[in-house]
C-alpha cells in the first residue's frame, strides 16, 4: 500500500480543495471490499462525504459524521447504499454475541450490531432514520439505494407505501 501511494502522490494535484464537498453529498455504505463508491458512483476526490461501517447502516456513529457534515460542511444530501449478498444478512445479533463469549469470554450484552433480514428494508428503516433524526437540518435530501455485487449496478430503493 505505501508503495501504491508513493506513484499516486507523485501526480496528485489535489491539494488546494476545499474541505466542503463539491458535490454537498454524503454516502453512506458497507465495508464489504467488492464496494468501490468512488468508482461506482463516479465520485473523484473533493466530490463527496464517504461513511463506511458494516452494513451500511445509520448507526449513531454513522449519524454523528452525516450531523458534521451537513451543520459544518454543507452537505444537503445524503445516499444511503446498502449491497447485495452482505455479510449482514447472514448472522443474527444473538449468534455473534455467542460467538464472542464462546471465543473470548466476553459477554457484549445487548449489543445491537444491526444485522437485518430484508435488504429493502433496511434500507428503508436506514433512510427513515436519517430523515427523523431531529438533530440535521431541515431539507436534507435522503435517499436509498441497493449495489449489486454481482453486475455493479445500483437501483433506488422506494420508501414502502
Known amino acids: 500500500m505505501i508503495q501504491a501511494n508513493e506513484s499516486f502522490a507523485q501526480d496528485f494535484d489535489k491539494g488546494d480543495l476545499e474541505i466542503p464537498p463539491a458535490r454537498g453529498t454524503v454516502v453512506l455504505t458497507c465495508i464489504d471490499a467488492r464496494i468501490d463508491p468512488a468508482k461506482a458512483l463516479g465520485i473523484d476526490i473533493g466530490d463527496s462525504h464517504v461513511v463506511r461501517n458494516a452494513g451500511g447502516r445509520a448507526s449513531d456513529d454513522a449519524l454523528r459524521s452525516i450531523t458534521i457534515s451537513s451543520w459544518l460542511l454543507g452537505t444537503r444530501e445524503v445516499a444511503v447504499i446498502h449491497h447485495t449478498d452482505c455479510g449482514m444478512e447472514k448472522f443474527t445479533d ?27 428494508q433496511s434500507v428503508r428503516d436506514d433512510v427513515e432514520r436519517i430523515r427523523t433524526t431531529a438533530s440535521l437540518p431541515d431539507g436534507l435530501e435522503v435517499s436509498g439505494y441497493v449495489y449489486d455485487v454481482r453486475t455493479g449496478r445500483v437501483r433506488e430503493v422506494v420508501p414502502a407505501s
Do not use: H, N, P, Y
Not at 444473538?94 to 429493502?120: C, H, M, N, P, Y
Open 94 to 120: 444473538d449468534a455473534l454475541r455467542q460467538k464472542i463469549k464462546e471465543e473470548k469470554g466476553v459477554d457484549v450484552g445487548d449489543t445491537d450490531f444491526l444485522t437485518f433480514s430484508d435488504l429493502d
